[in-house]
């Protein structure tokens, strides 16, 4: 098995559980995505999974990406690491499922618009402010405005607010929110459901459930990615952002 240092990996009675481990932040560091992708790619690979789960240690489930990293020399590979961790969450052919308690941000926040079921504590928080950071969230606009309606994503991540998990459910960014102490017995429940099922039955309902964010991933992620990485980051306000939000200040824009 595996040696991780920013996540862990358990597979256990056809589960497999990581958990995102680097405290308090839970970062999606270079390492990190390196790390879940790796571990992704090999559980794709275990065709006898009933279910995928996502968690994470710490008060804070994911605080996106470490802007820090993203200069000219190390941002084409953290966007790639994030685009084939997205992709792989939506091939592989067992349900997948992610449980939130804590705050997610930006890139977390993407993330779980990957997944098939997100479970959420009922003091969860959730928050898009990556045009702050002189940057803007990958795939917010491709897979969640189908959800939520563009006008009412366009001011989500204008305002760059926290929001809570009703607002959550509202928009259909989680499946189910629960007290925070009935987290686990809820997501037993699930687990459970699906044992009721034909495994491979089951394997090919996902596949049609994922094919309109499968179909809209490969018709413009290409483009949404070229865009980040050969014309956002030559924008001296791109540079600005990254470096405001490294010394965690406002940003003084040159609009250029």
Known sequence: MFTFEKIKLDVKNQLAHIILSDPPSNYLTMQMLGELEEALDWLAAQLDLRAVILSASGASFCSGADFSEHNRVMVFSIVERFR????LLLNIECPTLAVVDGKIRNWGCDLLLCFDTVLAGDQATFRYDDLRAGTFPALAPLLLAERTGEKKLLRLLHEGAEFGTEQALELDFVSHAYPREELVQQLKKVLGSFTRYSQPIQKLFLKNMRRRRV????????????????????????????????EKRAPQWKNE
Do not use: K, P, S
Request: proline share 0%; glycine share 2%; net charge negative.
């Open 84 to 87: 084939a961790i997205c992709r």
């Open 215 to 246: 179909h809209l991933m490969d018709a413009f992620a290409d483009d949404i990615f070229t865009e980040y990485l050969n014309l956002l980051v030559e924008f001296r306000d791109y540079e600005e952002g990254i470096q405001a939000w490294t």
